[in-house]
């Protein structure tokens, strides 16, 4: 089912193609655990605790899928190109201290 979205320019398209490749790698344990369980599992036990194993999995990613955006947007936006990606477990790195003649280039 999709839900119903506005469309997104194409900024906002491409930073969503990038976002989706940030959660895909995220995810891929999550996603693997997901699979491994109907698998696993004889039919008669795919309802029940299971569903409820697969639901903690799929939120799980969904945090994920948070976690991921919020930390990109965490960066300030004027030196946001001169950064390298930023972890979702670890603090905003500092650009070094510009000497004040350096400023006014």
Do not use: C, W
């Amino acid at each position: 089912m999709a839900f119903p979205t506005h469309p997104l320019s194409e900024t906002e398209e491409a930073e969503a193609k990038v976002l989706a490749e940030r959660i895909r790698e995220a995810a891929t344990e999550d996603f693997l655990q997901l699979a491994r369980l109907p698998v696993g599992k004889p039919t008669r036990e795919l309802f029940g605790q299971t569903e409820f194993q697969v639901r903690d999995i799929l939120l799980r990613a969904g945090a994920q899928a948070y976690t991921q955006y919020l930390a990109e947007k965490k960066r300030p936006r004027q030196v946001q190109h001169r950064l390298s990606p930023l972890p979702a477990n670890r603090a905003i790195p500092r650009l070094p201290q510009q000497r004040p003649h350096e400023s006014a280039r």
